[in-house]
């Protein structure tokens, strides 16, 4: 399965290297590569890695003359530079929580001054500025969660006055505001679990009548509701997830009746049970929702049959047993589940193999492994899988090679190692894999142990699909 064709290297913070080429000076350099992102300039993010000439790679990382700081990079040497040095000197602003959002990119950052606030960036150093103040003077607001609905994005802060509460931004200073005072007073409602539902967003906050709930915003505060009250009265209901399927979302949530177990609720105030798939308050524990079609797909417990692959439609007669992947009680325990071209991709084991990659269509008999990528009960433990295109990106261990990058291109279902970035035994630990225009970004480490920014270009016709040219951009330090 994997591929032995001999790969083009191009190390653009290391120097050069191909077969029979000298090493050459490196122009630019940096550490510890973190919160890969997608950019098109036209039109935000570009999730799926459609063809874009105008996609950028955003990212965090560390110089140490800059410190941690806002990169970006079009997959070359020249192409790749920091974007501004927020915080000057090495102390670094540290641009978290990234996001695409109309022509720009907005992200957390502390320029020493301001605190932790919300920033955006053109990426150009003229053009990356701060949106807004919101807690003013050296204290930071901390925006996290970013989640775009509609044409606003939506994240979290705290004003220093009202606690973490649910904030919006048009990309503007004049449009970004709180959305609405849930629970007035620190420390605020701390809205969590924010959800994309065409324009609306979905999320779990507290308050002082329900506790922890669920509520619905379309971004105006006579908008902003709660639609559940799961545990009546102030007690606070459990919700782990939320996954929006249609006009509704899934939540996965407990009750003292029938422990945690799988919820649906829409703008409307509509909640119910879907279905209580172990009878009783002992719980079915729900976990790995993900949506294809209209069924969202995930792992659960019914008593009978251990951890397996289920799907709701929302409906209990709906929501069904998909395969007993591991027959009887013991668990197959799928896991970190991905929608990759009309399949559910999933790690899994079903006692006769170890952890290995698994596919469902939705049916028992379209439920089946993929590849015993290391054979027998031993376990390759696929993880970090990722849809991009029609393809699945993951990473994959056996002995031989370590863990490593993998591909099943799409309309092959054939796992193939892409190129055993540490050679021999040792893993490179690949991780955030992300498209950008034709090309595919990820982090790995190097034969040093080293973590590198890695560029695959799939998009060139001379390329053979099995062995894409691999270009490790710059040097950095593992995290492992």
Do not use: C
Not at 350 to 356: Q, W
């Amino acid at each position: 399965m994997p591929s032995h064709a001999l790969l083009a290297m191009i190390m653009i913070g290391g120097g050069y290297s191909s077969p029979g080429a000298a090493d050459q000076p490196s122009r630019v350099s940096f550490t510890a590569p973190a919160g890969l992102i997608a950019h098109v300039s036209n039109g935000g993010s570009n999730p799926r890695g459609d063809a874009n000439s105008d996609a950028r790679l955003f990212f965090g990382a560390s110089h140490p003359d800059t410190g941690f700081e806002l990169w970006t990079s079009d997959g070359t040497d020249a192409g790749t530079r920091p974007v501004k040095d927020i915080r000057p000197g090495f102390r670094g602003s540290y641009p978290a929580s990234i996001t695409s959002f109309h022509n720009r990119v907005f992200f957390a950052a502390d320029d020493g001054t301001h605190g932790l606030e919300l920033w955006s960036s053109d990426g150009t150093a003229d053009g990356t500025t701060l949106i807004k103040d919101i807690q003013r003077g050296a204290a930071a607001s901390t925006p996290n969660a970013p989640t775009v609905a509609g044409e606003y994005l939506y994240f979290v802060a705290d004003d220093g006055e009202h606690g973490h509460e649910l904030w919006r931004t048009g990309g503007t200073p004049d449009s970004t505001s709180l959305v609405a005072d849930i629970s007035p007073g620190p420390p605020g409602s701390v809205p969590r679990h924010l959800t994309a539902a065409g324009n609306l967003v979905f999320f779990v906050a507290n308050d002082p009548t329900a506790g922890a709930e669920i509520w619905v915003t379309d971004g105006t505060r006579s908008g902003t509701r709660r639609v559940t009250d799961i545990n009546p009265g102030a007690l606070d209901t459990n919700v782990l997830s939320l996954r929006a399927l249609g006009d509704f979302v899934v939540a996965v949530a407990a009750d003292e009746e029938h422990g945690i177990e799988p919820w649906r609720t829409d703008a409307r105030a509509n909640t119910r049970l879907i279905r209580d798939i172990r009878p009783g308050s002992a719980a079915s524990q729900p976990r790995y929702l993900q949506r294809l079609n209209d069924h969202i797909y995930f792992q659960a417990n019914d008593g009978k049959h251990g951890f397996e692959l289920w799907r709701t439609d929302g409906t209990e007669r709906g929501t069904q047993l998909v395969k007993d992947i591991r027959p009887g009680i013991e668990s197959s325990l799928p896991s970190h589940l991905v929608t990759v071209n009309g399949m559910i991709f999933f790690a899994a084991m079903d006692g006769k193999h170890g952890v290995e990659l698994w596919q469902s269509d939705g049916s028992a008999a379209g439920t089946r492994m993929t590849a015993d990528i290391n054979p027998g009960q031993d376990s390759s433990s696929p993880g970090q899988l990722t849809a991009i295109g029609n393809s699945l990106y993951f990473a994959a261990g056996t002995p031989a090679h370590g863990w490593e990058p993998w591909r099943v291109k799409g309309g092959t279902q054939s796992p193939a190692m892409l190129k055993d970035l540490r050679a021999g035994k040792d893993s490179s630990y690949p991780n955030q894999f992300v498209a950008f225009g034709k090309q595919l970004a990820f982090v790995g480490d190097d034969d040093q142990g080293q973590a590198r920014l890695w560029i695959v270009d799939s998009g060139g016709q001379a390329l053979k699909p099995s062995a894409p040219e691999m270009s490790p951009l710059h040097p950095g330090t593992s995290g492992h």
